[in-house]
């Protein structure tokens, strides 16, 4: 097969999902190290290369034609070497993206769909070099830093973008220039499932009061005391089991009696009453513990099994109210 005349964008934006997913990442940045290791990819640095080889950096440069990276097909088997000389530690993002930049030459199957498989400018031409290069930069950036996780966020500044992303200033500049381009080439199915997979890297929250980590888009009070202090958490954390709820959100039994005969249109027990659904609830109540004015939030949603206060409005929830959470 012949290289193509131009970029295959929605190829690459396509491969970077399906790369992304099968990871098995659910944060980012991605772990680099991870990732070569489940795909057996190896990674060799300039100066060990430069070491074994009694040469300077600058001379590996040479010999690759490549200042950033380079990848080695042989057998089957592939070898990244990188640029990792003073001024590139000092810049990680540029070394992190570079890397990205290879996997993507890999991952699009540069090596192995096409006549011309020496990927130097030996090997192809200028038209032919650029075509495949600018393929594997789609991939890197949409691994980097998915569209619709961007859009998802809605936060467009370069500097939030480039610590969030691991991208240095040039990329992330680079990323919200063709962000509306490559969102196009992304299936519907995929980016559902980007978003469910990085659910807790979108929404995690942590509560500067009590301490405590959940997860819930569009916060603005903790799940667990009430506060408004909180402020987003990339950090992966576990989350406390709570009253099991079914995909409706739901229990799946009563939490009081046990009565597992629960019709989908059920809101409470039918035999003792209790509440099915967490949902918010009024928070004036009478001395009998009534409600006396009815001022759910304007959202309606159901919450998590684990919420005492709802996130968007502060106020209690009915498990709380019915005393249903014990932890």
Same mark, same amino acid.
């Given at each position: ?13 396509q ?5 992304l ?5 659910? +944060? ?7 990732? &070569? ?8 640095p300039?100066?060990?290369? &430069?070491?074994?080889?009694? /040469?300077?950096?600058g ?12 990848t080695v097909f042989h057998?089957g088997?592939? =070898? *990244? ?13 540029r *070394?992190?993206?570079t890397?990205?930049h290879?996997?993507?030459h890999i991952?699009?199957h540069?090596? +192995?769909d096409?006549?011309? +498989? ?12 650029? /075509?495949l ?7 890197a950036?949409?691994v980097? &830093?998915?569209? +619709? ?7 467009? !500044?370069?500097t ?10 040039? &990329? ?10 490559d ?7 995929q980016?559902? %499932?980007?978003?469910?997979?990085f !659910?807790? $890297? ?5 509560c500067e ?5 959940? #997860?819930?888009?569009?916060? %603005?009070? =903790?799940? $667990? ?14 989350l ?5 709820? %079914?995909?409706?959100?739901?229990? #799946?039994? =009563?939490?009081?009696?046990?009565n597992?005969?629960?019709n989908?249109s059920?809101?409470? =027990?039918? $035999? ?5 659904y967490?949902?918010?609830?009024p928070? #004036? ?11 759910p939030c ?9 919420m005492?206060y @709802?996130?968007? @409005?502060?106020n ?12």
């Amino acid at each position: 097969m012949r290289i193509p005349e131009k970029p295959r964008y929605a190829y690459a934006c396509q491969k970077s999902a399906e790369f992304l997913l099968d990871s098995g990442s659910n +944060t980012l940045p991605l772990n680099i190290l991870h990732a &070569a290791k489940k795909y057996k990819w190896a990674l060799t640095p300039y100066s060990q290369l &430069a070491a074994e080889h009694h /040469v300077t950096i600058g001379e590996v440069c040479g010999a690759f034609q490549s200042y950033d990276g380079y990848t080695v097909f042989h057998s089957g088997n592939y =070898c *990244i070497a990188y640029n990792d000389s003073r001024q590139f530690i000092c810049n990680k993002k540029r *070394i992190y993206f570079t890397l990205l930049h290879e996997f993507g030459h890999i991952y699009l199957h540069h090596f +192995t769909d096409f006549d011309q +498989t020496m990927l130097n400018r030996n090997g192809l031409s200028g038209r032919e070099y650029q /075509v495949l290069e600018e393929e594997a930069n789609c991939f890197a950036r949409n691994v980097a &830093a998915p569209p +619709t996780l961007i859009q998802h966020l809605q936060d467009y !500044d370069l500097t939030r973008l480039s610590e969030l992303f691991n991208l240095s200033f040039t &990329a992330a500049k680079t990323r919200l220039y063709t962000l509306h381009r490559d969102a196009k080439y992304f299936l519907p199915e995929q980016n559902l %499932n980007l978003s469910d997979r990085f !659910d807790q $890297f979108l929404n995690g929250m942590e509560c500067e009061q009590c301490g405590r980590y959940f #997860v819930s888009p569009g916060s %603005n009070f =903790c799940v $667990f005391c009430g506060s408004k202090r909180i402020r987003h958490s990339r950090q992966i954390k576990g989350l406390p089991a709570g009253i099991r709820l %079914n995909a409706d959100k739901q229990a #799946v039994k =009563c939490v009081k009696c046990g009565n597992a005969q629960i019709n989908p249109s059920d809101p409470h =027990c039918r $035999f003792c009453g209790t509440a099915l659904y967490n949902d918010c609830a009024p928070t #004036v109540c009478d001395v009998n513990g009534a409600p006396l004015l009815q001022l759910p939030c304007s959202k309606g949603a159901h919450l998590d099994g684990y919420m005492r206060y @709802c996130p968007y @409005c502060g106020n209690e929830t009915t498990f709380l109210q019915e005393h249903l959470l014990t932890t």
